[in-house]
């Protein structure tokens, strides 16, 4: 009924706009392009044509999608008011999601005009202009807090401005973002890169896993979470979240020839693989249920008990001991 996407600006420019595309056909509408193909308006897809209930989504934007496509987050929102608007005979679950946001904002405290407003609101990012989520280094020192609800909660603080025309750019209000999140099922976040995956850069389980653990929170159902696999642009395709961690596992930090050959690169390897293993850690805050023992069971054999006979605790004990000393924390 619902699908929540993260749209990063690396991956807009790569793909010429794909997951919007995806957005806009979800929704049941589709692009109106001038003479020079540029899409500048979009309009709706019938019913007979769709062949099925509009889909309801819902967006959290990086900073610099929003400084680089502000006109796409209009054409989002514009979508989704155009869809809940929709004359259809069957199932509208735009419509539904809408009208279940505005009695969750009103039972929240907000005014039964703001609720109209901003039900239909579905694109979200930084509040105050912020670039990423601030929430790394809370997640990284369990420390700080003490439970996945804290986490949650300053997620949503931090990513729930508003993003839409005139005064609703940049706009704050706690419960809008919760609002616009119920019934979401599935998290999908791009991948173009062959360089990097969930568990090498920080900032995809920054955003796919805020995503899920916020809908987590707020519904109480842990969503599915998917990468849209834009690498190979003649074959694209979706591959589930787990499915994608162990193969980066068993290709880099599980696999002797990658480790072997890394090890030649001193110091400065040896704070990735630590990297790497922050990262494990907060989709394992993220989502517990994709990093399961197995993982964290073959890590320890590999770096601890040296499994593999490579003498990876002599290389880190020499290049770069605190690298050692947080992987084995």
């Known amino acids: 009924k619902k699908i929540s996407f993260t749209l990063w600006p690396g991956d807009f420019i790569d793909t010429e706009g794909a997951i919007v595309g995806q957005i806009f056909y979800l929704l049941g509408v589709e692009p109106v392009r001038d003479p020079f193909k540029r899409v500048v308006d979009i309009k709706l897809i019938p019913q007979e044509e769709l062949g099925r209930p509009r889909i309801d989504v819902v967006a959290q934007t990086a900073g610099q999608f929003r400084d680089l496509a502000a006109s796409r987050m209009f054409l989002i929102n514009k979508a989704v008011v155009m869809a809940a608007k929709a004359n259809d005979d069957n199932e509208n679950y735009v419509k539904e999601g809408v ?28 509040v105050n202009g912020i670039y990423g989520t601030n929430i790394m280094g809370m997640v990284e020192n369990g420390g700080q807090w003490e439970n996945e609800e804290e986490v949650a909660n300053t997620y949503l603080y931090n990513m729930g401005a508003i993003y839409d025309e005139g005064a609703d750019w940049g706009a704050f209000k706690e419960g809008v973002f919760e609002a616009a999140l119920l019934n979401t099922e599935v998290v999908v976040q791009p991948w173009e890169s062959n360089t990097w995956c ?3 850069l920080d900032h995809v389980y920054e955003f796919m896993g805020g995503l899920s653990l916020a809908v987590r929170n707020v519904t109480g159902n842990d969503p599915d979470a998917y990468f849209n696999d834009f690498r190979n642009p003649s074959n694209t395709k979706v591959q589930g979240l787990k499915e994608a961690l162990w193969v980066e596992a068993r290709s880099t930090l599980l696999n002797p020839k990658f480790i072997s050959e890394y090890m030649k690169g001193g110091a400065s390897s040896a704070e990735t693989f630590a990297e790497t293993f922050r990262n494990t850690y907060g989709w394992n805050v993220m989502k517990p249920k994709d990093i399961d023992n197995a993982l964290w069971d073959n890590l320890h054999e590999v770096y601890v008990k040296d499994k593999l006979g490579l003498d990876v605790q002599t290389f880190f004990k020499r290049e770069n001991p605190y690298a050692l000393l947080e992987m084995t924390a």
Do not use: D, I
């Open 198 to 200: 969930g568990l090498s």
């Open 99 to 126: 009208l279940a946001s505005e009695n969750f904002m009103k039972e929240r405290g907000l005014s039964p005009k703001e609720a109209r407003e901003w039900a239909s609101q579905r694109v979200f990012g930084g």
